[in-house]
């Protein structure tokens, strides 16, 4: 039997076994073929800006956040889309962890008014306001009702104000310790609640 093959076929493999040792360890190849890191850019995130349409699409009410070193400022202004102008109603800077946003149905079905959310934590925090930036008796522009709520109804606790109920009444629904409490109308004209036979959800 001839065992040249054999030794030929050994002899191959013995000698690409070579190359490919050295091959992986010459530092120019492992060099050339390894990825070049590129440690990544660190961006400030950019100011977000958020829009909501009233239901006929003639006004939009408009929020940007501005990122404070030690808290966040909310923006609030209306535009309209008729008159093409817009109008700044409402400013204010809250600690860092306490956001604020629009509710899908902010404005009241008339557009006189509109209501804004603020939550911190476990605590909600509701506020209305003209649309037209018309200030209330004392001067305010925007009305937080949920504190009024609470020192007219200690025993209920608002979980949520889902949208209107008519024209400036905004619909409130409350807890009272585990239990599901009643729903209430807050007339924001007369800036008093009234409460409701059945619960809305």
Do not use: C
């Not at 557009?111 to 911190?120: A, D, G, H, P, T």
């Amino acid at each position: 039997m001839d065992k040249r093959p054999i030794k030929f076929l050994i002899l191959v493999l013995l000698l690409l076994s070579v190359v490919a040792i050295l091959f992986a360890l010459n530092p120019r190849v492992k060099t050339a073929q390894a990825p070049t890191y590129v440690p990544p850019i660190v961006k400030a995130d950019p100011n977000r800006e958020i829009a909501v349409e009233s239901g006929d699409g003639k006004l939009i009410l408009k929020m940007k956040e501005e990122k404070g070193k030690e808290g966040m400022t909310y923006i609030f202004w209306v535009a309209d889309t008729s008159a093409g102008t817009q109008k700044e109603l409402y400013r204010k800077t809250v600690p860092l962890g306490t956001t604020m946003a629009i509710p899908l149905n902010t404005f009241s079905p008339d557009n006189k008014y509109m209501f804004l959310q603020e939550v911190s934590g476990e605590s909600l925090s509701y506020f209305a306001g003209s649309a037209a930036g018309i200030p209330f008796a004392d001067g305010s522009q925007f009305l937080e009702f949920s504190s009024m709520f609470k020192a007219k109804y200690p025993n209920y606790k608002i979980t949520e104000a889902t949208g209107w109920g008519g024209v400036g009444l905004i619909i409130v629904n409350t807890k009272s310790g585990g239990s599901q409490g009643p729903s209430f109308w807050f007339d924001v004209g007369s800036k008093s609640f009234i409460q409701l036979s059945n619960h809305f959800n």
